[in-house]
């Protein structure tokens, strides 16, 4: 693992240059960072990658909040990225609990089908309803 200055492209292009002999590349970030309220540069850290890399983005603080469709910072930054996995909460902007892995096919199958998190795991509990 290789890590980054934080939101630094620049860094992100020199590590990317000393990364000679490797397979695929996943690129991690926080769309917004919650501590901060930053947002991630990713137009840029997009120009960066090459074919061998995935984008991964916890939109946990951007969904609900960034964009014209509130769909987080991928939407905010323009960004259609080919491949691109995003992770949201809903427990965030949305209030509630659970979230979701938006991404690709292949990653969609392998989690539903060979997550040892999810098999057998239970469902979310329906909503609590107040006696009447
Ligand atoms: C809150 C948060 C999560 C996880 O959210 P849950 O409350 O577990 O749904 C993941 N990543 C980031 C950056 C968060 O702020």
Redesign the pocket.
Known sequence: MTVYRHCDVDDLARKFQKLKQVGRILLMT?GV??ATGKIAPLAALTRQLRRNATLWV?D??GAGVLGDNLRGSAEAAGIAQRGLIR?I????AMGV???AILGPAWLRKKLLHQNPVLIGSTVLPPPWQPPR
Do not use: N
Request: glycine share 22%.
């Open positions: 926080d960072f919650g916890d946990a603080h992770t909460s809903f427990s965030k609990q659970g979230g």
